[in-house]
Nanobody
């Protein structure tokens, strides 16, 4: 099992940036594919970005492509989401999620086994 805790959320103005972090504890972090999802008020949870072992296994939602960057530091058991040029529509609770790497890379909510409690991001215009 792995336990996940997100941090770095907050309230910013449109055009500003935030960096979210998700730190894992438990079994070997490097054996997990990691992803970020978000859920806006009244909407379903949606995929934002995912990362496998390395940079060749990164994928983004079209809505964040070119503005968000996902990275991971296996030595620190941490995955990051750098969010630049934030827009009001990025307002949501952001969740970190994990699934075993051997199970393949997926972008749907139901494929992830472990979730953090979330961190709130609010972007005002």
């Amino acid at each position: 099992q792995v336990q996940l805790v997100e941090s770095g959320g907050g309230a910013v103005q449109a055009g500003e940036f935030l960096r979210l972090s998700c730190t894992a504890s438990g079994r070997a972090f490097s054996t997990y594919a990691m992803a970020w999802f978000r859920q806006a008020l009244g909407k379903e949870r949606e995929f934002v970005a995912r990362i496998g072992w390395g940079v060749d296994h990164i994928s983004y939602a079209d809505s964040v492509k070119g503005r968000f960057t996902i990275t991971r530091d296996n030595a620190r058991s941490t995955v990051y989401l750098q969010m630049n040029s934030l827009k009001p529509e990025d307002t949501a609770v952001y969740y970190c999620a994990a699934r075993p790497l051997f199970a393949g890379l997926r972008s749907d909510v139901d494929s992830y086994d472990y979730w953090g409690p979330g961190t709130r991001v609010t972007v005002s215009s």
